[in-house]
């Protein structure tokens, strides 16, 4: 059995810390596929979203860059030294790491996947937690996992120039890990290359060079230059990522054109990999794509608790572990799922335990582990993880976006992104989206999330108790997943009343 993973090693300590929740994985997740029982230890890449600094940690490990790579970033997008990353910003570390955590970094890797003015197509839809912005033409899907920096996400505006670090959807689309806007404090692109594109092109003419790329035409005259990619490479439907000016008429000046962030997942010197990315072509039963790359699921292949083959759909955000292979693919030893699914939002309640890495917010137990990203208002510098760790506090307003998990018949959310708004909440109010696990009919009582709520006849919006008792199916494990609003109130058996229920709508995400 290999070691346990860094995720793992976090819920023993829950269990052994804090509720008596948690326990060693095991068993089987449907043929001869495994649930995932750890085991982090490599040397190679490891690609994922920044979830923190202090020294910087992607894919839940703490990479070290101190020594003789001295926090240096190699990048062309204005940024020098890991004092210019972002939570969120897709990074490359070239690197080993260990199985208590812990690595150390010999190169740091960044490249904005689009930068630019944008139009908002959608503006920030509070009942979805979704936005769409477009940069000349290429849409960016923002949702709630998504970090923001420069302004709220509710105050974008036609023509606000950002950066945006995210990944290629099915469909051509992307999603953005981070949207910065650059205006006030916010770190200034290179002003050599304001914009930066990506996509396939086409409409490709040789001379004088021309192509299309999102609603722009590229000049790509004599003086480009080119970047582990050749000029005779150029033609359609070849991906690229570009950088220049905007000129007037729809024009666009390329100085730098090369492969696409694609070129992220590249093999490094040793073959163990890590990588976070949602799913381009779905399992066919021994492999699927994400980020370009084929994943090959082998009898060896070890699943998150909950995840199973038949989940990995297009469009599904997970990190994967392996090593790449002669021809090029990845056999994957973990695969692990990095999709919300579910969140609470109001004040912490009490103590946070630092050691077991928990709290309470409206009764839902939430954990931190070391892919957590914790965001604050404050988005002029950057702040250790430990000082957001330090400011989490009795009272403080946060919200928490995370995957339900259950073990044993405990419920918690394990978080994978806590805003943090720096302010205190004396009222008690709280709103969750969870699983809908229970339902008393009798006693107007609700279980969400591990947390039994009264649930009166009148709190309920356009749904009634017994439509949401018929949705409940355990022996199926099927749950309607509803949103909350409720309080906390005193002198009855029941915690917390809900003022409004509400199912989810199935396209709301």
């Not at 101190?66 to 990048?75: E, F, K, M, P, Q």
């Not at 099915?170 to 914009?195: H, M, T, Y």
């Amino acid at each position: 059995m290999k070691p346990k993973s860094l995720l793992s090693a976090a819920r023993l300590s829950l269990s052994a810390l804090s509720v008596g929740l948690l326990s060693a994985c095991g068993g089987e997740a449907g043929g001869n596929f495994q649930v995932v029982d750890g085991g982090i230890r490599g040397t190679g890449s490891s690609v994922g979203p920044v979830s923190g600094f202090g020294s910087v940690f992607v894919n839940g490990i703490r990479f070290s860059t101190d020594g003789i790579l001295n926090r240096a970033v190699n990048s062309d997008d204005g940024i020098f030294n890991e004092g210019d990353l972002d939570e969120g910003m897709i990074l490359r570390v070239n690197g080993e790491w260990r199985q208590n955590g812990e690595g150390t970094a010999s190169e740091l890797e960044y490249d904005d996947t689009l930068r630019g003015p944008i139009s908002v197509i959608e503006a920030w839809n509070e009942a979805s937690q979704t936005a769409v912005i477009s940069i000349l033409g290429l849409n960016v899907n923002i949702d709630r996992q998504t970090v923001i920096k420069g302004k709220p996400v509710t105050d974008f505006t036609d023509n606000d120039v950002v950066r945006v670090s995210g990944w290629r959807l099915p469909n051509g689309d992307f999603r953005a890990s981070l949207v910065r806007v650059q205006e006030g404090v916010a770190r200034a692109p290179d002003p050599e290359n304001e914009i930066e594109l990506e996509g396939a092109i086409r409409n490709f003419i040789v001379a004088p060079c021309s192509f299309e790329i999102g609603t722009v035409t590229v000049q790509c005259d004599q003086s480009v230059q080119f970047e582990n990619f050749n000029r005779a490479d150029l033609a359609d439907g070849v991906f690229v990522e570009v950088e220049g000016r905007l000129l007037v008429g729809g024009q666009f000046a390329a100085e730098e054109i090369r492969q696409d962030d694609r070129r992220r997942y590249r093999r490094a010197t040793e073959d163990d990999i890590q990588f976070t990315g949602p799913v381009i072509d779905a399992f066919d039963g021994s492999s699927f794509t994400i980020n370009g790359i084929t994943v090959n699921v082998t009898s060896d292949t070890e699943f998150d608790d909950g995840l199973a083959p038949s989940d990995l759909v297009p469009g599904l955000l997970i990190e994967v572990e392996g090593d790449y292979q002669p021809d090029g693919s990845v056999n994957a030893d973990e695969i692990e799922l990095r999709e919300a699914n579910a969140e609470v939002d109001g004040p912490i309640e009490g103590a946070v335990d630092r050691q077991a890495g928990t709290f309470r917010v409206g009764g839902v137990l939430a954990q931190i582990t070391p892919l957590t990203i914790l965001e604050d208002d404050d988005d002029g510098f950057q702040t250790s993880r430990e000082m957001l760790l330090d400011a989490l506090g009795n009272g403080l307003d946060v919200k928490v976006e995370g995957i339900e998990r259950e073990e044993n018949g405990n419920i918690f959310l394990e978080a994978v992104k806590i805003e943090i708004d720096d302010e205190q909440d004396a009222l008690l109010s709280f709103e969750l989206e969870g699983k809908l696990r229970e339902i008393d009919l009798a006693n107007e009582s609700i279980s969400v999330l591990g947390v039994l709520i009264q649930a009166p006849s009148t709190a309920y919006d356009d749904t009634t108790p017994a439509e949401l008792s018929g949705l409940i199916d355990p022996g199926q494990n099927q749950y309607p997943v509803v949103e909350v609003e409720y309080e906390s109130v005193s002198g009855v058996g029941v915690q917390y009343r809900a003022s409004e229920i509400e199912l989810e709508d199935e396209g709301d995400n």
